[in-house]
């Protein structure tokens, strides 16, 4: 893991790059929670271990401009979501999911979950969290996925 880095970056005072092992010795704690996939699917009771976005933040000044949040993944995969969203106390970095490291193809090392809003917003092999002062797309939201995304009012798409 040593090419693995968590980069925050954008209407940050100083970009910051945290490597694998700066990440891993963050304080975790438990999260338990349901997901609610656009395909109409929901994974419920989930217990994840992970690190809290408060944690990674600590002694990073956010510029008070930055209004939104381009998460980003490997292989330039990327999603978009408002910061209040971005920062709830219930939205966390995940690293085990129901007692085992995520898997490679859930994400592995570290992923967003967010789960008040669809999962696609919930970034798998995140690299980078990026701050910016207005909203844009992500890789889905440019192919006509909801910019917001809330299950609750069944946000999928914005074609119409
Ligand atoms: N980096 C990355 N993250 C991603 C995706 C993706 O294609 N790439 N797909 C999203 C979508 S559409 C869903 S439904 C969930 C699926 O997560 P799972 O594979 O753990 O079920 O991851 C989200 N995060
Ligand atoms: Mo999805």
Request: hydrophobic share 40%.
């Amino acid at each position: 893991m040593s090419k693995w880095n968590l980069k925050v970056f954008g209407l940050v005072a100083e970009e910051k790059v945290l490597s694998y092992k700066e990440v891993m010795q963050l304080p975790r704690r438990t999260f338990n929670n349901d997901i609610h996939c656009v395909t109409t699917w929901s994974k419920l009771d989930n217990e994840w271990e992970g690190i809290a976005v408060q944690e990674v933040l600590q002694g990073i000044e956010i510029k008070p401009e930055a209004k939104y949040v381009m998460l980003h993944a490997e292989h330039g995969w990327t999603t978009n979501l408002p910061i209040a969203d971005f920062m709830r106390e219930t939205s966390f970095f995940g690293l085990k999911h129901n007692g085992a490291l995520l898997t490679p193809e859930h994400g592995y090392p570290l992923r967003m979950v967010v789960p008040h809003l669809y999962f696609w917003k919930s970034a798998k092999w995140l690299r980078g969290i990026e701050f910016m002062a207005s909203d844009k797309p992500g890789f889905w939201e440019r192919n006509g996925y909801s910019m917001y995304g809330d299950p609750w009012k069944e946000e999928r798409y914005d074609f119409d």
